[in-house]
């Protein structure tokens, strides 16, 4: 089982980011994908949902309306559209996975895998 985080950089405020997370599994499809970050000094932090069986989406209230998150079940892959960053989106962004056929939520320990974390950060 193999968790590939990719797409963080350095953008301005404003400005826009897709990560992606590709998940090397048998039946991608029946596993929650979710998005967390961890900024300097502060505890890891859920951001975003997708759930397994009906697509249902959550997000954290500071990136409602801002981020989008989608998936690929052909390609194995999970996104995060990240529009209208801000400074305070500076972080260390995970994918990470619960087990198969279950949900996750926003509490970490509902997560069994772990993506190696890519680095967005926002400046001018």
């Known amino acids: 089982v193999q968790l590939q985080a990719s797409g963080g950089g350095l953008v301005q405020p404003g400005g826009s980011l897709r990560l992606s997370c590709r998940f090397s599994?048998?039946?991608?499809?029946?596993?929650?994908m979710a998005w967390f970050r961890q900024s300097p000094g502060k505890e890891r932090e859920f951001v975003a949902r997708v759930r397994w069986n009906d697509g249902e989406k959550y997000y954290a209230d500071s990136v409602k309306g801002r981020f989008t998150i989608s998936r690929d079940n052909g390609e194995n892959t999970v996104y995060l559209e990240m529009n209208s960053l801000k400074p305070e989106d500076t972080a260390i962004y995970y994918c990470a996975v619960p087990p198969r056929a279950t949900f996750g939520s926003r509490a970490m320990h509902t997560y069994r895998y772990w993506g190696q974390g890519t680095l967005v950060t926002v400046s001018s």
């Open positions: 599994v048998l039946a991608f499809s029946r596993y929650d």
